[in-house]
């Protein structure tokens, strides 16, 4: 059988290239110790045989499996349902490309779940965890922690025993809470309602203190019935604003904490008669393509979700979850988007 024909080795690349085994091994794992001219003959003769390297043997050398969890603290309806999950795909699965990192998706849907998913990551499957819409006093993050799993979160976690240094890309969820009721009170609005988030998940009980902060330094009382709080779902959201009407049915301002949660007010205040902005002036958060194709479309925060997932898989990718460093922490800014609901 001649060379045409037979799967090519790591030898048969090496002679190809003029250089050792060892030389082609460090190449193919990424090592830095190869000058580029050596590096740039390996990756042709690579290319010119057609090799792909075999990863289970190159997982037993390296213990590494080359693949990054990307783990959604949802069940799947969910994952699916909110604009903001799609963002955090796209910027995740775009760096791990570039790395030459796989990314194996998972949400949880129920505690049994939840609890064969802690034993398959925790069982070194996976070389790191990327773990987002994370819930408070979720087991994941310790086991994972304990386990020597490298470990990223995508937002500050809430309610979680700090043993181990916790690695974060977070978004500035206060001063967007903040930025959206501001913009709302400065437009001459005088009874400025919101529709929380969910308050065992750091975005909502963030979200929640900015619009707290802004009514408090506007000199605004927020009154008994001007908040409901809801799960970033579309149904929860329309429960939430028909609860405040109920008790408040003279509100002229409502901040919503998710674009998806600001569509289904919109249906609300239109079905009860409210016209938006005329009566009621709307404000959601994401910045989605929902809010922009909205009756009338959404002034909303935008906050950046693809680079959110970018730096994330920076962070696990570049090792520094990996040592028990000092905890890093990044906050990416949101802003104002305005449109014609506000």
């Known amino acids: 059988m001649n060379d045409r024909r ?4 790591l030898e048969m690349v090496a002679e190809r290239a003029g250089v050792g085994r060892g030389t082609v091994s460090r190449v193919i794992n990424g090592s830095a110790q190869v000058s580029p001219a050596t590096r740039e003959a390996v990756l042709r003769a690579v290319a010119d045989l057609g090799y792909v390297p075999n990863h289970a043997a190159r997982t037993l050398v390296t213990q590494r499996t080359d693949m990054v969890a990307l783990v959604v603290s949802e069940p799947d309806e969910r994952l699916f349902a909110q604009p903001f999950f799609a963002g955090i795909v796209r910027g995740v699965s775009s760096l791990l490309n570039e790395r030459g990192l796989q990314m194996l998706l998972a949400t949880e849907n129920s505690a049994e779940e939840r609890q064969r998913l802690g034993d398959y990551l925790s069982g070194h499957h996976v070389d790191g965890v990327l773990v987002v819409s994370l819930h408070r006093d979720d087991p994941l993050p310790e086991r994972l922690a304990d386990a020597g799993v490298p470990c990223v ?14 690695h974060y890309v977070d978004i ?14 400065e437009s001459g609005r005088k009874r400025v309602a919101t529709v929380a988030g969910p308050q065992d998940m750091i975005a909502g009980v963030d979200r929640l203190q900015g619009y707290r902060e802004a009514m408090r330094d506007a000199g605004r009382v927020v009154p ?46 239109r079905e009860t008669g409210r016209r938006v902005p005329d009566d009621v002036a709307v404000v959601g958060f994401d910045d989605s393509a929902l809010g922009l194709h909205s009756d009338p479309p959404l002034t909303t925060i935008h906050q950046p979700t693809v680079q959110m997932g970018r730096e994330m898989a920076r962070l696990l990718a570049d090792g520094l979850a990996g040592t028990e460093s000092e905890p890093v922490g990044i906050v990416l800014d949101t802003h104002l988007v305005e449109r014609e609901s506000a």
């Open 6 to 9: 037979r799967r090519p080795t």
């Open 153 to 166: 979160h995508g937002g500050r976690p809430l309610g979680i025993t700090v043993r181990h240094p916790l």
């Open 172 to 185: 500035d969820n206060v001063g967007g809470g903040y930025v959206a009721t501001r913009r709302l009170i």
């Open 224 to 269: 008994p019935g001007f908040i409901a709080a809801s799960d970033f779902t579309y149904e929860r959201g329309e429960s939430a604003m028909r609860e405040i009407l109920a008790a408040v049915p003279d509100i002229d301002a409502v901040f919503v904490a998710s674009d998806l949660m600001a569509l289904a007010a919109l249906r609300v205040l």
